[in-house]
């Protein structure tokens, strides 16, 4: 199967959990188009059988490109098995309303793009305090603040919080069910 990769990334971790998914898709036998959506580099190769998306909650939304390109492409991306992959802080946190505040952000993108993946994994994402400027060192605290499970971030060391074998277990079990979809 060809599958689309398509993320959006700011500060880097999105890009590298779209990069190991690419990375395991190819191990699987299939063949992975890993796809900046924000630059449209890459794309219109060739029709994707499959598609895969990955995009991070910043300031309470995802990525004006992200979510441009999810509308735009809606049409061919429910005609085919997909995917999201939702990067966020809050997901880490030990309350349940913050992470449902963090489910919340990919039901929102679902309801106004139109676009149904059938499967959405909630990613907890990282902390690049060394690449902040002083607005996002107070923005990013302040979220850090709320999500305990973050706890000793409100330094400035550079945290990640990935869990890999969750997005490794998530993109096999996706795999399994793309190849017995049946449009
Ligand atoms: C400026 C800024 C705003 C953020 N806003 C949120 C937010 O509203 N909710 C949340 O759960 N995480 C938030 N985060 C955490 C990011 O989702 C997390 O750092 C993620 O790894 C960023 O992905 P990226 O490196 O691909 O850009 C924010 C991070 C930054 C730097």
Avoid at 12 to 40: C, N, P, W, Y
Avoid at 42 to 69: K, M, N, Q, T, W
């Amino acid at each position: 199967m060809i599958i689309l990769v398509g993320y959006t990334s700011i500060e880097g971790q999105t890009r590298k959990i779209a990069s190991a998914i690419a990375e395991q898709v190819e191990a699987r036998g299939h063949r992975a188009v890993l796809f900046d959506v924000a630059t449209m580099a890459e794309y219109s190769l060739e029709r994707p059988e499959a598609a895969i998306l990955c995009a991070p909650v910043h300031g309470g939304r995802y990525p004006a490109p992200f979510f441009d390109f999810v509308h735009r492409e809606r049409g061919w991306l429910n005609g085919v098995p997909s995917a999201f992959v939702s990067v966020s802080l809050m997901i880490a946190s030990e309350y349940s309303e913050e992470q449902d505040e963090a489910r919340h952000f990919a039901d929102q993108l679902i309801a106004e793009t139109g676009w149904t993946p059938r499967e959405i994994a909630h990613v907890a994402g990282a902390l690049r305090f060394a690449e902040y400027d002083f607005f996002k060192r107070w923005m990013v605290r302040r979220i850090a603040a709320k999500a305990p499970a973050a706890e000793g971030v409100s330094g400035k060391a550079d945290r990640e919080f990935t869990d890999w074998s969750q997005v490794a277990g998530f993109v096999d079990g996706w795999l399994e069910k793309a190849l017995a979809y049946e449009p």
